[in-house]
């Protein structure tokens, strides 16, 4: 099974930016949507961005303008670069392929974003 790595995450403060990477162990080619998740304290996990496997990509109105998902395909990498950082983004963040019917990857450890000044 694919396993997904994420990393980049850290402290910064209103304003700043951060680069957010996922690393999967297998092909994600035959994986036709990708997405950016993410849990703040006391909150369910919600998406924020998705790209596919052609390039397409949505956002959440919250990270719209700020967010930007992208994928490179033959690295089996998808990236997320984060500007504008508010401290309501202040979450872990996860990869995984949305799906409809509610199947997910395993779940990776995440990588935490504290936007805090």
């Known amino acids: 099974q694919v396993q997904l790595v994420e990393s980049g995450g850290g402290l910064v403060q209103p304003g700043g930016s951060l680069s957010l990477s996922c690393a999967a162990s297998?092909?994600?080619?035959?994986?036709?949507?990708m997405g950016w998740y993410r849990q703040a304290p006391g909150k369910e996990r919600e998406l924020v961005a998705s790209?596919?496997?052609?390039?397409?990509?949505n956002y959440a109105d919250s990270v719209k303008g700020r967010f930007t998902i992208s994928r490179v395909n033959a690295k089996n990498t998808v990236y997320l670069q984060m500007n504008s950082l508010k401290p309501e983004d202040t979450a872990v963040y996860y990869c995984?392929?949305?799906?409809?019917?509610?199947?997910?990857?395993?779940w990776g450890q995440g990588t935490q974003v504290t936007v805090s000044s």
């Open positions: 995984n392929a949305p799906t409809r019917d509610g199947v997910y990857l395993l």
């Open positions: 297998g092909s994600i080619f035959s994986i036709n949507v």
């Open positions: 790209i596919t496997r052609g390039g397409s990509t």
